[in-house]
């Protein structure tokens, strides 16, 4: 993908031959100010590809980047607010925003430039569902519009009735090409073979059988918080959930998700929540000690120079022979000696979870701890939280991952509009539930 929007050779190092040709540039030869204008790009990690504090301008940034007139500057925002239902974030600030949320504002800028080329690295990693279903129209028009479309996905099921031709990869090479008709009407056998996500999300099942029971519980009273100048984001009087487990937290972007795992961590300012765990009280200052939470935006809390001092920085007691053993446990170990900012998204998602790993703390926290991850590598995180859970420490996941919380997961808690509207053991009715909540209904 970063060949085709002239990333490659222009911004990454490297060594370049052959030659790339896209529209009527040539790649190597052809500046990135030329190229803007011909591919857009939607990135994973959507906050590197901001410019401005506000939703609107952010919109508008790209059109007014290649001097276009106000006026069609103003048009095609708008027509990109309607595509793609943006209208609850227009007007909003950037650092406000859901990871979702700067997901769908990614997308808009995209959609307002309009280029003939489109390249999308993951685009529905912190999405919902509802998100997904708007990405899905709008790619739906912009093929009507014959623009040409790369998009680099894991989750499959998104995919299905969108894609023309499916290129897969393997150790750098395109090892397999299928027409798309073809290759959604595989047996669930050749996508795990291939490390790939099963495309139909009804037919989910989980591969080991999940303990919701146990008697000890972990409980927060008193969940209230708003940010400056908006409503209120969290509204929980008391919520109990089993310690000990894996609690998966679902709900729509913008729910309240991120927000109440800040505060379950500590990290609100002014929370007065108390979370009570193993028979401790502790108050929002007092969970920092007791607590690690790997963010969505992992950039924020990587900080040394190699991967192996990464996870030997959370260990109260540096063991590199453990740290070894964390790495090698989510297929790291050979890049122990690089910088954690040169790893892939997928690749820096795994060294923060692994510090989580390392820190040993009683509760921990991850925020969509699989964007960004293919089958195999999902699988071995939630192997490690498996393993966390077994050693009864009590794990929170934000997720809009299905087969990672059918490969973990004990509890599903749902919120929705900072409230909470089920909580429920993931057992065969819970299951169901949670499939509902998930798979996508054509009817729709």
Not at 271 to 276: A, F, K, Q, T
Not at 377 to 399: C, P, S, W, Y
Request: charged letters at 25%; hydrophobic letters at 35%.
């Amino acid at each position: 993908t970063r060949l085709i929007n002239g990333l490659i050779p222009h911004y990454y190092e490297g060594e370049l031959s052959g030659k790339v040709t896209v529209s009527e540039y040539t790649v190597s030869d052809t500046p990135l100010y030329e190229m803007a204008g011909a591919v857009g790009s939607v990135f994973q990690n959507p906050r590197s590809q901001f410019f401005n504090v506000d939703t609107d301008s952010e919109l508008a940034f790209a059109c007014e980047n290649l001097g276009m007139p106000e006026q069609e500057v103003r048009e095609r925002v708008r027509r990109a607010v309607r595509e793609l239902s943006l209208e609850p974030l227009s007007g909003r600030s950037i650092f406000e925003l859901s990871g979702g949320e700067k997901q769908k504002i990614a997308c808009g800028s995209v959609s307002a430039l309009s280029p003939d080329i489109i390249v999308l690295d993951e685009p529905t990693s912190n999405l919902d569902m509802e998100g997904i279903r708007s990405l899905q129209s709008v790619i739906k028009q912009w093929k009507k519009q014959k623009k040409t479309i790369v998009i680099a996905e894991h989750r499959l099921h998104f995919m299905a009735g969108i894609a023309d031709r499916v290129l897969y990869m393997k150790n750098g090479t395109i090892a397999e090409e299928y027409r798309a008709e073809d290759f959604f009407k595989q047996p669930a056998a050749f996508y795990t073979e291939r490390g790939l996500r099963i495309p139909d999300l009804a037919l989910l099942s989980r591969t080991k059988e999940g303990n919701p029971g146990g008697s000890r519980n972990c409980t927060l009273e008193n969940v209230h918080y708003s940010y400056k100048s908006t409503k209120a984001v969290l509204d929980i009087p008391k919520l109990q959930l089993p310690a000990g487990k894996a609690t998966a937290v679902i709900g729509k972007n913008g729910a309240g998700k991120t927000t109440l795992m800040r505060s379950i961590c500590g990290l609100l300012k002014g929370d007065r929540s108390v979370l009570e765990l193993n028979g401790i009280r502790y108050s929002a200052k007092k969970r920092l000690s007791v607590c690690y939470q790997v963010m969505q935006e992992v950039n924020h809390q990587l900080f040394t120079e190699s991967v192996l001092d990464e996870v030997l920085l959370s260990m109260e007691q540096e063991d590199e022979g453990q740290a070894g053993e964390i790495l090698k446990n989510l297929d790291l170990y050979g890049y122990k000696e690089l910088h954690p900012m040169s790893l892939s998204g997928g690749q820096k998602q795994r060294v923060a979870i692994a510090s989580a790993l390392a820190a040993g703390r009683p509760l921990l926290v991850f925020d969509e701890p699989t964007s960004g991850l293919d089958f195999w590598h999902m699988k071995q995180v939630a192997d490690n939280i498996r393993a966390l859970t077994e050693k009864g420490k009590t794990v929170f996941i934000v997720t809009h991952d299905p087969e990672f919380i059918m490969e973990c997961c004990d509890y599903i808690l749902h919120l929705e509009k900072g409230k909470v509207q089920a909580c429920f053991p993931l057992d065969e009715n819970g299951i169901q539930k949670m499939k509902d909540f998930f798979v996508m209904d054509d009817r729709e």
